[in-house]
């Protein structure tokens, strides 16, 4: 016989009911209540302190390293000398040797209509040790500049690894104040995993591309000390017919290096790379990528290659947000959603970064993979299989913030709030992730939004946030 519902324990049964039917509700999107005055977001101008050249003749400016091989035992260094070519050599060195290497690389200069570049330097530093600190030097013989980075431990799966998350930080007051948070964020980011939009010089007359400069001196304070691992949006296109410039990312591909071909593609746009814990995926919303184009076939083969017991973190980075609430961009990844959905699902990928958007927004874990022309199954539904989506276009530049959003929140958009900021995920191990999303008004321990990541592969348990 069972127990009999009465006295305390129907109390129990209805309290019970009560509060799981709160859970549910509460379960719902949230949208936050903080609403934005809408000022003008504006650009720093060009004397501004954060766009000062570097003293000294010919000194190396905008200098920006990135990952530049699959493991991490290789870094790209790329800096820019405006007076004169200048050495194309990197000094470097572990710290506490005395035994200096030097790597060499190459320079050239573009013209884009009317302006013509400095001289771009990039150079390759190979066969580094893991969780090391190396020091160097570019401007080698002339003005030298010193800086240093830390190599990323041994690509293997219980080692902690720390990545900022930031997008579409342009160079306005918001984009500083937005890269001063990331740099007093006191978890700290070892490499960003930045999801497109640098320098918005394409908002100015015949995109002024002094504006590519003056970002590179911007950013250079985070840039030439961690790697950030770049993606491209649609403001590094560049395309203009109208100047008689055709040919798309030219300033992007002069100025800015990713591994590609150690991944195995065939262009600059869509690659691969190991870090620690993580095996990051960055793909091209602005390249072709329906069937049988060259981004198809080699994610086609990228996602059977990897090995969540050596890398249990499966990251994707894209420009164009498949899950977006907000009236900007609306719908504008779903083309590529509906080509490539399917294998995220079925390879399991843990999270996916987007920018593109100028708020921010977390998904829950659904998938919308069922529709065929004839079923008519077209509606996102929950999936424990499926990646979180995090709009994170949050980075401040001077398009300003978008505050219009689809109404009422879809289930599928868990919280979304209209400010700028940054992001940070912590991978601890192989089961568990601590993410954490920071609004540019408060103090820099203050996260806006906090969310467990459990594995997809290890711990695959339902992690969304119970608040
Ligand atoms: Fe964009």
């Not at 509060?19 to 609403?35: A, D, I, P, W």
């Not at 970064?353 to 065929?372: P, Q």
């Not at 289930?411 to 995920?425: D, M, P, Q, T």
């Amino acid at each position: 016989m069972g127990p009999r519902l009465e006295g305390p324990n129907l109390f129990l049964l209805i309290l019970g009911l009560v509060l799981n039917s709160l859970v549910l509700f509460c379960h719902g999107g949230r949208t936050s209540s903080y609403v934005r005055r809408l000022e003008a977001t504006v650009d720093m101008p060009l004397d501004s302190d954060v766009f000062r050249f570097p003293p000294g003749y010919n000194a190396p400016q905008q200098v920006h390293i990135t990952q530049g091989d699959v493991e991490g035992k290789a870094v790209i260094v790329s800096w820019v000398t405006q007076e004169a070519p200048g050495s194309d050599a990197v000094l470097y060195w572990k710290e506490n040797s005395s035994k200096k290497l030097k790597a060499y690389g190459k320079s050239k200069t573009y013209k884009f209509y009317n302006y013509t570049s400095g001289h771009i330097h990039h150079c390759t530093i190979r066969n580094l040790e893991y969780d090391t600190k190396y020091y160097y030097v570019v401007g080698v013989g002339q003005t030298e500049r010193e800086f240093y980075f830390f190599t990323p431990p041994e690509v293997g799966p219980d080692v902690p690894y720390t990545f900022g998350l930031i997008g579409d930080l342009g160079q306005s007051f918001d984009s500083n104040i937005t890269l001063t948070h990331y740099e007093n964020n006191p978890t700290k980011g070892q490499a960003v995993l930045f999801v497109g939009d640098f320098s918005y010089a394409d908002q100015y007359p015949n995109h002024d591309n002094n504006r590519w400069d003056s970002w590179g001196r911007f950013a250079e304070r985070s840039t030439a000390y961690q790697p950030w691992i770049w993606t491209v949006g649609n403001h590094e296109l560049d395309f203009a017919p109208e100047l008689g410039e055709t040919k798309p990312f030219k300033p992007f591909l002069n100025r800015y290096r990713t591994p590609y071909r150690s991944s195995g593609s065939t262009e600059p746009f869509w690659y691969s790379i190991k870090r620690g814990p993580a095996y990051i995926i960055v793909l091209a919303s602005y390249s072709a990528y329906g069937k049988y184009t060259p981004q198809f076939k080699w994610l086609e083969k990228e996602f059977p290659k990897v090995n969540r017991t050596e890398t249990p973190w499966l990251i994707v980075l894209m420009h164009s947000p498949w899950y977006n609430s907000y009236d900007y961009h609306y719908m504008e990844g779903e083309t590529m959603r509906v080509m490539y959905e399917p294998w995220f699902v079925k390879y399991k990928v843990d999270v996916v970064f987007a920018g593109h958007v100028h708020a921010y927004e977390r998904s829950e874990r659904v998938s919308n993979i069922a529709y065929n022309v004839v079923n008519g199954i077209c509606t996102p539904v929950k999936d424990k299989s499926a990646p979180v989506y995090i709009t994170i276009g949050d980075g401040g530049n001077l398009e300003g913030l978008a505050t219009r959003m689809t109404e009422p929140q879809p289930k599928y958009s868990a919280f979304r709030e209209a400010s700028f900021g940054h992001a940070v995920l912590s991978i601890k191990n192989r089961t568990h992730a601590y993410y954490g999303w920071h609004r540019n008004q408060d103090g820099y321990a203050v996260k806006g939004d906090t969310m467990w990541f459990y594995n997809r592969f290890w711990h695959p348990i339902d992690d969304s946030p119970s608040e």
